[in-house]
């Protein structure tokens, strides 16, 4: 289902890349970031922040580097740093997006491969972006013949800067 619900919003974004307009050299994100991993014996919710920050080199491409923390108490915090290519589209005052990135998760001390796919939806109020949304489906490879943990999934909203004029 989850895959599912990220093929929709991916293809709903790529659908609109014809209303884009020019815009920024790249943007700057802080939020609030909620992060929630189940498996078959339990469920975990982590809280926390993430920031990115965005440099476009097209009109409806960007790289994107996205970091964040999640903690629970009595519980090992995670730290996820992620990076790769966002594709954006404009129709009037909201924005949409989509990304796959690939980077890291750390816990406990220890690293771990882990990928990003996901994507939101932004509204221009002025001269600053407000992101109604973000959803990310995170899997991530412990190692050691592990399995993935693939029901990783974060949530995030915030307040996005943009800043420059692409050229």
């Known amino acids: 289902m989850i895959r599912f619900a990220l093929l929709v919003l991916m293809l709903a974004c790529l659908a609109t890349t014809a209303f884009a307009a020019d815009g920024s050299a790249g943007d700057v994100f802080g939020g609030f970031s909620v992060d929630h991993i189940s498996s078959d014996n339990s469920a975990i919710t982590f809280t926390g922040w993430q920031a990115n920050a965005a440099f476009n080199v097209h009109k ?13 108490k009595d519980e090992d915090g995670q730290v996820q740093y992620l990076f790769g290519p966002r594709f954006s589209a404009q129709k009037d005052r909201l924005i ?40 990310d489906w995170i899997p991530v ?14 949530f995030g909203f915030g307040v996005d800067i ?3 004029m692409r050229k």
């Open 60 to 72: 409806v491409i960007g790289i994107v580097g996205d970091f964040a923390a999640e903690y629970k």
């Open 96 to 135: 949409y997006f989509g990304e796959t990135l690939f980077g890291g998760d750390r816990v406990a001390g220890e690293n771990f491969f882990a990928m990003g796919y996901g994507g939101g939806i932004e509204i221009q109020a002025g001269k600053i972006r407000v992101r109604l949304i973000q959803f």
């Open 141 to 154: 490879r412990r190692g050691n013949g592990d399995p993935w943990i693939t029901n990783n999934t974060r």
């Open 162 to 164: 943009p800043f420059g």
